[in-house]
C-alpha cells in the first residue's frame, strides 16, 4: 500500500513557476513507479511525466519537455514536478500516482497506476 499527498499548488502568472510535492508513504519503495497527470477542466486527464525510484530514470510527455522536471527524494520520501515557464493551458488539477514497477519501462496510461494522490491545482493566469 502507498499513501500520496500532494502540495504546493497555487495561482501563478504567466511565465512564472511552481514546484508540486507529493510525500509518499508506504513499503518497498523501491518497487515503484512514480507520476504525475493533470486534468483541466473539460478535459480528460492526462500524462504529465514518470519516474523510476530506484533509478530515477524518467519519461515525459512532449509539453512538458524542457519545462517540467520530475525527481524524487528517497530521503524525504517525497516526488516533486518542478514547473518553469508555465502557460495559461497548463492550468489544471495537478495529481501524483504510483504503481508497482510492473514494466520494463515506464509506462503513461492512468489505467497502469494504482494510488493516487487527491490532487493539487495550479492555476496560471495571463
Known amino acids: 500500500q502507498v499513501q500520496l499527498v500532494e502540495t504546493g499548488g497555487g495561482l501563478v502568472q504567466s511565465g512564472g513557476s511552481l514546484r508540486l510535492s507529493c510525500a509518499v508513504s508506504g513499503s518497498d519503495l523501491d518497487d515503484y513507479d512514480m507520476a504525475w497527470f493533470r486534468q483541466a477542466p473539460g478535459k480528460e486527464l492526462e500524462f504529465v511525466a514518470a519516474i523510476r525510484w530506484m533509478d530515477s530514470t524518467t519519461a515525459y510527455s512532449d509539453f512538458a519537455k524542457g519545462r517540467f522536471t520530475i525527481s524524487r527524494d528517497s530521503v524525504k520520501y517525497t516526488v516533486s514536478l518542478e514547473m518553469n515557464s508555465l502557460k495559461p493551458e497548463d492550468t489544471a488539477a495537478y495529481y501524483c500516482?504510483?504503481?508497482?514497477?510492473?514494466?520494463?519501462?515506464?509506462?503513461?496510461?492512468?489505467?497502469?497506476?494504482?494510488?493516487w494522490g487527491q490532487g493539487a491545482q495550479v492555476t496560471v493566469s495571463s
Open positions: 500516482a504510483a504503481e508497482v514497477g510492473e514494466y520494463p519501462n515506464l509506462v503513461r496510461g492512468e489505467d497502469d497506476y494504482e494510488y
